[in-house]
């Protein structure tokens, strides 16, 4: 895309008939905002995405908004690209699962959006508790019935700004953090706890407000979450693989376990029938059809023993920093620099590292 | 280092007497500013460095900064960590050269500094000029007789801040730009023609004023060149291998055609007996001493294809992105942080991209 | 508003029927982005106004937007508040126009659009006098006869991105300058020297692209020009007095001499009736209208002889610098921060300085 | 000064003999870095400084800094120009105290640093008491007995980095906050309970760690708190008026409602027989010797009832953004620029406001 209301790409493939608008089901995208608090982009292209969608389904842009998750992450840093993946299920998505034919399980998706969480509940167990529902929503509606088979959890967040505090404390409530910053950090952490919960990750007793930023082994690793101020809901969406669907892409994932953690970028590639080495060749390239990463500047400030100046400073915020770094790292393995990098993964991968999943065509054989 | 001011780490060095400081040649680094005009970590360390050297070879800190080139690069951004490396040259140097124990050439290492250069000769013919003497002095001083030999050329250009403009203009001079940031630019730009033309990889009909950020296909594949308000001259240090020299190290050099040739990184530490499939393991990565890149938003706004956002950011420094996406990936392949990557690489190595020395330590047989 | 897609406060002036749509001639607003060539908060307010003002009168959007200039300054740096000014014209804007009651001239408005701008027209002869011939058709539309009754000119003119520079080139022409920080301001002196031209401030000889961030002795003091990746058309709005209109508005300006000169922000005041001793009481500040601010970080790095360092900044833009400081100044005098402060005013104003313009309701005798 | 590390302006005071080294008590400043954690210019500002007085009196510069309190704000937003004010006691400072002549009291100084404060105390109780001890001895020194003849208390605290952080946690204890930015601001509200404590603006029982941060009608009008990773005491500075002293200087100090309270300014002013209408005449101007301000982002989003974007701005720090508009109004009224103006104005003046102080001549009969 040209620009974050830039939605030209997709309008021509509606218009050429290539992509049919009621097949969308979300989309994952990374526009080139500053992926903070006041990263506007994401609800430019929201806003652009469902007018154009409205236009084609003949739905008002208010209730589509309500229906298809848009899952955005703000900031382009490096290399990276702002692009988005649309994700459609066709009639034929369940034809031949199952056949004679011997295909293997192929990619599933379902998507759930929770009831609208209010200020004073973001960051906290109610937070949790709404991720955790609307995952098992998505779960069933993706026809997945084993968390095993889930590879990536994508989960947009809202967060509480300066005003949405003044606004719950003015109603008589108190938030979990004033701190804007924060209250994106605490919301990527429920979502990651939410996530975790579905997947069997961690208990209940575990996955409490308790740990949040405190224990980190208490983790998933598929949940990617993102945060920010244009959503009110929780919004879902489940990507694995299930004898259900039929269909040329399969998934894959890997945690990351630190920033320079090459090996787990070729691994899943690797899993995936597509080597690296070092870098993907381009014909290769072409049956990979979307990159998902999170990451995370790590808390103790030093990656593999060595110093690193992320946290302290007050220049660019941490979370650009790390973004920059990954995705040159990851851009690099594949030569291609399409790649949705997310921020803020507290909780989601190891810590300090993150994870990272491939949707690829399968090989022909 | 713990921060800008920090030389500790040489400082126990000395103390144990493990490093002499009068073997002490040139010192390389990364600070931990924004790596911009008003970066003044660069003057900083040298401060606290020249400070430290005065004390230990009871030389005036104001005379030892005329003598000792100390070129930093700002800006640690993503994983790259703050660090300096520090050449030194040993009684014992050129010992064992030419023995018939075989040994191969060895790193090799000459510097010099050019005179002043005043604000109006920044970035013009007379800039050029200037450092390609100083280029051929450093050979000299290293011993190396053909320009094949030479692998890495760092040069440390001084600019024109909005101050020293107005001070020229005083003076009834015209400046090359009054505008800061661009004047950096200019000043890379007349030290890459000015290695290009003392290593002959470009002639003095080609290495003009007005080939300067016009004309990429005049460059050095082994110039890096930075520019700081720090520092008046011309400063140049020269590595390269020589039988004229004995010693564990070796050097080698590759260019990068973009940002994401993790090819030319596996490339170079092969050649050094280094494999990285994907990362170097533990125990080569042992024998590497120093790491060092430049690299370059490509101009055209794209990498490979695909746009990329860096020059038309407002909120970070378009050198400040491609060094956090570059310095990710060779991280990424190293499995280390402590990497000089440094920005602005204008005619230094491909259009877009830029280049990539290592020094190692011979394996042991 | 809320945030840059926040027109609601509008709608409900809208829906309330105190503005009428088809009374809506232009806006002028300031959004929360940085201000730069990235800065897509204006394209995104555009949009949602756009769309707003399509559901009311039943025209398409990107009609409208050919026809409304709605030209937004991008940064609320420090205690700036987003917010924008809708200018109407209703029915009997002209009803008591020169009629026994001997009111004085009202507030005239006149608006225009220039053909679209080819990026290698940006910021060159062809772009000033496109800005020039606007203007004037502005002001026949305004019934305002003498250029000493213009009291402001806004003008939005198109920039040069990355991307369209390499567009440009790709069709065999050169543009003005590649670097888009620099195509900024190119077209910024283009549309001032273009008012200058209308008004008569300057002649054709001296407003001419030699003269361009040269010689800043061309000027105009009441022209303010913005630039932004948004448009591809020259947007133009004339405002001044003229006998030919009633309503209870009027416009006076002043040129600021540089960043310090409250003595400009108290004398429009004055000569609106509006004392300022040292802030303007709440009585008094209900009858403001608009403040619409041009201003620029003196380009000799200097304000009254002391340093400044917006110039060498990497961090901030040097614009962003400007409307933090001179927006708190102007703030502090008035008590209010709903203020349109534009940085980037070459040759808009004494160099260094920039110009203040005041809407407001006559006193009631 | 030149940069952070030119001392040359006052190098020359002590050689013309204009200033004697050992007269010199303590120094306050503003540099041209961030502000934040990851400022460096303030120790390069102080390393530079001690050098200097190290050479003039032959003591060594870490001997130094530990005697003269060096207080930096780092952060010179908009037109704010970098410069420090330097503290002289002369011999004759109690000469004509109490005289016949009946001069009025004058200004004193006094200072003190309290013992090292491990990062574990670090905005906690022990914090505000640290300080607290060290005002009152400072106090004492200035010979000032009553509180209410204290004008200005400038606090240096340290804070927690990152690193620090880590240690801390090494060594088996806990920190207020492993946040480096949260981190300076509870060390700033330690410094404040500390001064409103020692001045009995605030009881012990108000003055607690519970109030940080959530009550603000505890505070002390007269405190100014710098906080910054370059300190491991704090550092104080007591400036009042007593009779004990002679002297032509006097100081005086207001508190500020809000960032636009421009009364304020004009007010403290006028108390010492400067007026500003509006700006403050060149001659008047010649008086006054130094301008310290206090200022804040509202925490409520909001100035005046009209949104601010300060505090959810992911590209600038907030504190940046408050500096640039309150020294922009500052600056406008004075028609000078050297002002320290210093962001983190947590419990120090009004909530969302400040203070200004300043130290002039007494105006000639």
């Known amino acids: 895309m040209a620009h974050p209301g830039d939605v030209s790409a997709l309008e021509r493939l509606l218009v050429d008939g290539k992509v049919q608008a009621r097949d969308i089901v979300a989309v994952i995208g990374k526009t080139e905002g500053n992926g903070g608090v006041n990263d506007f982009t994401r609800g430019y292209f929201t806003q652009s995405l469902m007018a154009l969608l409205g ?59 929770s009831a609208p969480l209010p200020a004073w509940e973001v960051g906290r167990l109610a937070h949790i508790q709404s991720v955790a529902a609307a995952v ?53 952490v429920a979502g990651a706890f939410g996530v975790a919960l579905a997947l069997g990750e961690a208990d209940a007793a575990a996955a409490v407000e308790d740990a949040m930023l405190r224990d980190f082994s208490v983790l998933s690793n598929r949940a990617s979450i993102s945060s920010g101020v244009e959503v009110e809901v929780n919004e879902v969406i489940v990507l694995g693989n299930s004898t259900a669907w039929s269909g040329p892409l399969r998934i894959s994932h890997r945690p990351m376990r630190d920033a320079l953690d090459i090996g787990a970028v070729v691994d899943v590639l690797a899993e995936l029938g597509i080597p690296a080495a070092p870098q993907v060749a381009a014909a290769e390239a072409a049956r990979i059809a979307a990159i998902l990463v ?33 995705g040159g790292l990851v851009a690099g393995v594949l030569g291609d620099t399409r790649i949705f990098v997310s921020g803020g993964a507290e909780h989601q991968g190891p810590d300090g590292g993150g994870l990272i999943a491939v949707i690829a065509q399968n090989s022909v054989a």
Request: glycine residues 8%; proline residues 6%.
């Open 55 to 113: 236009r084609h389904l003949g739905e008002p842009a208010d209730v589509l908004v309500k229906r298809i998750p848009c899952v955005l992450s703000g900031g382009c840093e490096g290399v990276l690209t702002p692009h988005y993946v649309v994700l459609t299920i066709s009639d034929d998505a369940h034809a031949a699962a199952g056949d004679a034919a011997g295909n293997g399980p192929a990619l599933a998706i379902g998507t759930a959006m």
């Open 136 to 188: 098992r929503t998505a779960m069933e509606r993706a026809q997945i019935t084993s968390p095993g088979d889930v590879h990536f959890v994508q989960v947009k967040c809202p967060c509480i700004t300066a005003a949405r505090a003044e606004a719950a404390k003015a109603q008589g409530h108190t938030v979990a953090t004033a701190d804007p910053g924060r209250s994106m950090a605490l919301a990527r």
């Open 294 to 326: 999170k990451c995370e500047p790590d808390r103790r400030a030093q990656v593999r023993g060595q110093r690193h100046t992320m946290l302290d400073d007050t220049d660019i915020n941490a979370q650009r920093h790390i973004r920059g770094a990954v």
